[in-house]
Antibody, heavy 124, light 107 residues
Framework: EVKLVESGGGLVKPGGSLKLSCAAS????????MSWVRQTPEKRLEWVAS???????YYPDSVKGRFTISRDNARNILYLQMSSLRSEDTAMYYC??????????????????WGAGTTVTVSS | DIQMTQSPASLSVSVGETVTITCRAS??????LAWYQQKQGKSPQLLVY???NLADGVPSRFSGSGSGTQYSLKINSLQSEDFGSYYC?????????FGGGTKLEIK
C-alpha cells in the first residue's frame, strides 16, 4: 500500500523554526518528485515546495528563503525545514507524491497520493 | 502568478442531482489541471488529472472537461459519499496554485 505519514508539527513562536518529516512506503521513493502543500485555517490550499527525483527544488515566493525541502532516499523520508516562521504559516501541512502523465509530446503533473497531514501553529 | 477562480464557492444539492463546478485560469494553462475531493477532516484525494483523465478508482459519474482557461468538473447523479469540498489546481509553471474550493452540501 502506498502511504505517506507526516510528523513534526507543533506550536512554535513567531521567528522560530520547525522541521517536518514525511515517511514514505509502498513505492520506489527515489523515483518520484515530492511536494509539500498546506491548508490554512480558512481552508485555502497552498503549494509550499517541491523536490524532483534528482534533487532540484522549487518554492513559491511566499516561502522562498525561509523553507527548505530535502529528501533522504536511503530512508524514504521527505523533509521540510521551516525557519523565520510567521503567523500566516499556521496551517495543516501535507506531504504529496507528484506524478507525471505523458501524452504525445506533452507532460502533465498532478499530486496522486497525499498524507494525513501535520498541524503547524505559529503563535506567541 | 496564475490565478485560479473557482465557482461556485458553495452549493446545496440533493442526492441524484447533477452538479458542475468550474475553474477559470487567469491565463492559458493548456489542460495542466487537476481536481481533488476533500472530505471533512481528511486530506485531498485526486479525482482528475490533465483536465479530463479520471484517477484510478474514481467512479465514472465524475468527469472533467475544458481547455485554455476554462475547466469544469461534472458529477452526475450525486451520491451521499460525494459531499465535501472540491479544489482545482493548475500545473502550468510555478507557483502551482489552487482554486478557492467549492463546498458541496446536502440540501
Amino acid at each position: 500500500e502506498v502511504k505517506l505519514v507526516e510528523s513534526g508539527g507543533g506550536l512554535v513562536k513567531p521567528g522560530g523554526s520547525l522541521k517536518l518529516s514525511c515517511a514514505a512506503s509502498g513505492f520506489t521513493f527515489s523515483s518520484y518528485a515530492m511536494s509539500w502543500v498546506r491548508q490554512t485555517p480558512e481552508k485555502r490550499l497552498e503549494w509550499v515546495a517541491s523536490i524532483s527525483s534528482g534533487g532540484s527544488t522549487y518554492y513559491p515566493d511566499s516561502v522562498k528563503g525561509r523553507f527548505t525541502i530535502s529528501r533522504d532516499n536511503a530512508r524514504n523520508i521527505l523533509y521540510l525545514q521551516m525557519s523565520s516562521l510567521r503567523s500566516e504559516d499556521t496551517a495543516m501541512y501535507y506531504c504529496a507524491r507528484a506524478k507525471t502523465y505523458y501524452y504525445g509530446s506533452s507532460s502533465y503533473w498532478y499530486f496522486d497520493v497525499w498524507g494525513a497531514g501535520t498541524t503547524v501553529t505559529v503563535s506567541s | 502568478d496564475i490565478q485560479m477562480t473557482q465557482s461556485p464557492a458553495s452549493l446545496s444539492v440533493s442526492v441524484g442531482e447533477t452538479v458542475t463546478i468550474t475553474c477559470r485560469a487567469s491565463e492559458n494553462i493548456y489542460s495542466n489541471l487537476a481536481w481533488y475531493q476533500q472530505k471533512q477532516g481528511k486530506s485531498p484525494q485526486l479525482l482528475v488529472y490533465a483536465a479530463t483523465n479520471l484517477a484510478d478508482g474514481v467512479p465514472s459519474r465524475f468527469s472533467g472537461s475544458g481547455s485554455g482557461t476554462q475547466y469544469s468538473l461534472k458529477i452526475n447523479s450525486l451520491q451521499s459519499e460525494d459531499f465535501g469540498s472540491y479544489y482545482c489546481q493548475h500545473f502550468w509553471g510555478t507557483p502551482w496554485t489552487f482554486g478557492g474550493g467549492t463546498k458541496l452540501e446536502i440540501k
